[in-house]
């Protein structure tokens, strides 16, 4: 294979992950240029879409871009036997199996280093690779749970409501890929790799964020406040004469420059909002103020003038309004690749941006096994071992 200029183009990724989690965290090494070879079942051993969604369904195709794909069927010994040979010359292997699936195979991070020292291995689970839960099987939704999210999320006294988007999975994915990229930096001194691990409930409490420290650290139990902020007061959303907007004026210059625009000076000055404490004991009272304000007048006033003095405002997008905002567009979050059997897919672009760096390039997600040859043979194997391989089902 060709190497690009990107900047992960010298590592070789031997990717055995499904469903999201485990792809997220390969799809920033994919996405920077890294070679991720996609190893899959072949098909006549397992015709199942799984979890992972259909295969040409918009998820399963923004997911497993910029990757090669090769079958392996690591239950038959010559698979194991062949996976290894991958090892030995790979970088980093990633998994979200369960955590007891790798060691009953004979791919988990003690085989995989036996073979090659410097191979950085990475796992993503459930609950994690050890405790009371660590065979108990992982969904988002169950970590979103378990995690204190959905007792945060909602309007108060809604009951537990989960977040729009996987956000467990997502940030698991994120919180392992910042792990292989340290210990990748760290090889480079060391010259031995490492086993880095992550979970959705460990991804899931750590982006609690503050609302975990106001626990850990005061001891308080966070409510659910809907679409008010939980400490910055007056933060929320708002109803104007034509829609709604979120306004963020909390502090107490912001809070003035509002009561400025709102031409309500009598707001400002009042004792039970002249201070933050005060708005916060007061934030229902505060909110009907300010709402009969904003109603007054559309999105598109109230977002002109706030921002205008320094007051974050911004409009409350459908989907499909998002995706027309000039700003959206100037950032160009599609990215369009071409698919051989479904034309022109649009995928949604890493957010990262690195100065001087050649333009991401955007390949569609691969056929299952599409690679397998090509693959096979960087690594070494000859004509007669592939056809074999084919002809038992191992490939």
């Not at 706030?306 to 409350?316: A, D, F, Q, S």
Request: aromatic share 6%; with cysteine; hydrophobic share 40%.
């Amino acid at each position: 294979m060709t190497r690009s200029a990107m900047p992960l183009s010298r590592f070789t990724v031997l990717d055995l992950t499904r469903v999201r989690a485990g792809p997220t965290a390969v799809r920033q090494l994919a996405d920077w240029g890294a070679d991720v070879i996609k190893i899959e079942a072949p098909e006549a051993v397992d015709k199942a879409e799984g979890m992972g969604g259909a295969r040409y369904g918009p998820d399963f195709q923004n997911l497993h871009r910029n990757k090669r794909a090769m079958t392996l069927n690591l239950k038959e010994p010559d698979g194991r036997a062949a996976f290894m040979r991958l090892v030995e010359r790979a970088d980093v292997v990633v998994e979200n199996y369960r955590p007891d699936v790798k060691s009953r195979l004979g791919i988990d991070y003690p085989a995989c280093r036996a073979v090659n020292p410097r191979i950085v291995y990475a796992s993503i689970s459930g609950f994690g690779q050890n405790g009371p839960y660590r065979l108990r099987p992982g969904f988002d939704q169950i970590a979103q749970g378990m995690g204190g999210l959905m007792w945060i999320t909602g309007l108060p006294g809604q009951g537990p409501v989960r977040v729009g988007v996987p956000i467990a999975d997502l940030a698991g994915g994120l919180y392992a890929s910042i792990g292989i990229f340290v210990a990748l930096l760290e090889r480079e001194e060391t010259g031995e790799g490492r086993w880095v691990h992550s979970s959705l409930l460990e991804a899931q409490i750590a982006m609690l964020d503050f609302q975990a420290a106001r626990w850990t650290i005061a001891g308080e139990v966070p409510p659910q406040a809907g679409n008010n902020h939980p400490t910055s007061i007056p933060t929320g959303v708002f109803e104007t004469a034509d829609g709604y907007i979120n306004v963020a004026a909390s502090g107490d210059g912001m809070w003035r420059r509002l009561c400025e625009v709102l031409g309500d000076p009598g707001m400002r000055d009042d004792p039970r909002f002249a201070t933050g404490e005060a708005r916060s004991e007061n934030r229902d009272r505060l909110n009907q103020r300010i709402q009969e304000h904003l109603r007054k007048r559309t999105c598109a006033e109230w977002i002109e003038s706030l921002n205008g003095t320094g007051v974050p405002c911004g409009p409350i997008y459908r989907m499909d309004e998002m995706w027309k905002d000039d700003q959206v567009e100037h950032l160009r979050m599609q990215r369009a690749t071409h698919h051989p059997a479904l034309g022109e897919v649009a995928v949604v672009r890493n957010a990262v941006n690195i100065e001087g760096v050649p333009p991401m390039p955007y390949r569609h997600t691969a056929e299952r096994g599409e690679h397998t040859d090509e693959i096979l043979g960087e690594f070494g194997f000859t004509i007669g071992e592939i056809a074999d391989m084919r002809s038992r089902n191992v490939i």
